[in-house]
């Protein structure tokens, strides 16, 4: 479905409009991520797991307040992003600036 889209934030979230009223969608199933002109991320299906937690320990920071945070789309389940954060802290926000 990305051979839609000319603007990407990322490979996998396609925007379209103005800035401050775009629209974000997942490139794969062209399903609108969030209300237009608001964070793509509040559209996606958020999951964390704990650093600690992930098998094999290689990502262990020895503080357990550190997550990995799968932004996934929710229609198909895409795998749109992830981001490592502290607990309670607020989501990365990507942006596309067109010049």
């Known amino acids: 479905m990305s051979g839609k ?13 103005s800035r401050g009223a ?11 991520l969030g209300e237009p002109g608001a964070h ?7 999951t964390e797991v704990a650093l600690a937690d992930i ?3 290689g990502y262990d920071t020895g503080f ?3 997550f990995l945070r799968h932004f996934c789309c929710p229609n ?6 992830t981001e490592t954060s ?4 607020p989501a990365l926000a990507d942006a596309l600036v067109l010049s």
């Open 55 to 57: 098998p094999g320990g």
């Open 40 to 46: 793509w991320k509040t559209g996606s299906v958020l």
């Open 86 to 89: 502290e607990a309670g802290e």
């Open 76 to 81: 198909c389940g895409e795998l749109l992003d």
């Open 64 to 66: 357990p307040g550190v």
């Open 5 to 17: 889209y000319t603007n990407f934030i990322l490979p996998t979230v396609a925007v379209e409009g």
């Open 22 to 32: 775009g629209q974000a969608y997942c490139a794969t199933c062209a399903t609108a």
